[in-house]
């Protein structure tokens, strides 16, 4: 299709689902207040492989981590053999595909509830790639918050420019990376890994 002809309407769309971080003087706790209610409303839950990652093998982020709900999890479960879960066993999954560097996002067809949430990579994952190559909001948009860096407490370490898969934090020949808001998805990844603790979220 050419970038003239007529876009077609994405069969799913996207919200990216931000995880929130409370340091304590010992750890970094990860909350998911957004992604507990969205699940707690669900009558089922199931989890199954991501389909993008195990197809395109071209990453060894975790397979196990995508979840279904509801009519979708049925579906999932009797025809793909995926595995019905308790609502704190989803969030264990979500945290740990959080620290392995993914993000959240709830897809929902046009004019239906969430069905799916994904943990997705910019390996593999179609839509992400997009993301990080362009401001593309037709499938996926940002979450309800964007990160917000204290320059002075920053250490100049670079883990939120490895960290991040938008590319908002890049180097440019200075001592400290520069945080480009415009390209902040909210899925606070920079937040939960930065150790000077210099990025928090703020409402967009």
């Known amino acids: 299709m050419s970038d003239n002809g007529p ?20 750890q970094v706790v990860l909350a998911q207040p957004e992604m507990r209610d969205l699940l707690a409303r669900a009558a089922i839950i199931a989890v199954g ?23 979708e999890a049925r579906s999932e479960i009797e025809k793909h053999a995926w595995r019905a879960i308790s609502l704190d066993e989803a ?4 945290e740990r595909s959080h620290r392995a560097g993914l993000v959240h ?16 990579c910019t390996c593999a994952c179609s839509p992400l790639r997009e993301l990080k190559g362009r401001d593309y909001h037709e499938v996926v948009t940002e979450s309800a918050y964007v990160a917000r860096v204290d320059v002075s407490a920053c250490a ?3 883990r939120c420019v490895e960290r991040c898969p938008f590319g908002a934090f890049r180097w ?4 400290r990376p520069v945080f480009r808001a415009a390209a902040c998805f909210g899925c606070g990844l920079c937040v939960s890994t930065c150790p000077a603790g210099a990025i928090s979220f703020v409402g967009r």
């Open 49 to 71: 492989d991501c389909g993008c990652r195990r197809d395109a093998r071209v990453c060894d982020h975790p397979l196990d981590v995508c979840l279904a709900v509801d009519a």
């Open 105 to 120: 996002v709830a897809y929902r067809k046009p004019g239906e509830p969430v069905t799916l949430i994904c943990s997705c």
């Open 172 to 175: 440019n020949g200075t001592d």
């Open 156 to 158: 100049g370490c670079g």
């Open 7 to 26: 876009k077609k309407a994405p069969e799913y769309s996207g919200q990216m689902i931000p995880v929130h971080v409370e340091l304590s003087s010992t």
């Open 91 to 94: 969030l264990s999954v979500l």
